[in-house]
């Protein structure tokens, strides 16, 4: 069965990376505590042809990390496809395992950070050792207009991917940033469970994001 992942090739994502020592503990410790789960950094999902470009934070521990696929089974993801899946990039409104046959249409998830970081709250140091793999992915398609960072974390990834200084784009939600090579990149609070729950982040609020995203598309 197709799991739609990008290919595994050791530069744009390697599934045995343990260049983060604190990270590749928590795996291992996660793999011991939870035989079943996926606990291995975790590999880009969508379409390689994408026009968009969704970079999120890392992975959750009981979602992607156990699913081995982003955004799956977890409480972020709920929001994520039902939003992706209603303006015309996902084939369907949940994501409910990495083998249920859903596809990404014109669109990509990626994320900061590939392996589970304990709390939800990687390093400085190893967002800074995992950005070479988004860094290999943006480049293998420069020409893909929109990327839509999930949170500040992620947006300054996608701007050191692209050797871009964070500090002369600011972070908000639904800020607009044209970049230099052409592409734009959005921002949106991130669709985690604490952002959605305290209302900082509502599906409306989210649906404009995606809805800006498509009217963009579509003008290209």
Same mark, same amino acid.
């Given at each position: ?51 968009? %470009? /969704? ?12 699913? #081995?696929?982003?955004?799956? #089974? ?30 990404? /249409? ?20 190893? /967002? ?10 943006? $480049? ?12 500040? %974390? $992620? ?26 090579? #052409? ?38």
């Amino acid at each position: 069965m197709t799991h739609q992942l990008w290919p595994s090739d050791g530069v744009v994502f390697d599934r045995s990376c343990t260049d983060c020592p604190r990270l590749a503990r928590f795996l291992a410790d996660g793999r011991k505590e939870h035989p079943d789960y996926y606990c291995a950094p975790v590999a880009p999902f969508g379409d390689p042809k994408a026009r968009l %470009i /969704i970079v999120g934070l890392a992975p959750g521990f009981h979602g992607a990390n156990a699913s #081995g696929r982003p955004f799956t #089974g977890d409480h972020a993801g709920l929001l994520l496809y039902r939003t992706l899946h209603r303006f015309g990039f996902a084939s369907r409104p949940e994501s409910k395992s990495r083998d249920d046959g859903l596809k990404l /249409i014109d669109c990509r998830i990626s994320n900061s950070v590939k392996c589970v970081p304990p709390e939800n709250k990687p390093t400085p140091a190893e /967002i800074r050792t995992c950005n070479r793999y988004l860094t290999a992915e943006l $480049a293998r398609k420069p020409a893909a207009p929109l990327l839509l960072a999930l949170g500040s %974390i $992620a947006h300054n990834a996608a701007l050191r991917a692209r050797a871009l200084k964070p500090s002369e784009y600011k972070f908000g939600h639904a800020a607009e940033h044209e970049l230099p090579n #052409g592409q734009m990149l959005l921002n949106s609070y991130h669709c985690s469970r604490y952002n959605t729950q305290t209302g900082r982040l509502t599906e409306k609020m989210f649906a404009d994001v995606f809805a800006r995203a498509r009217k963009l598309l579509d003008e290209r």
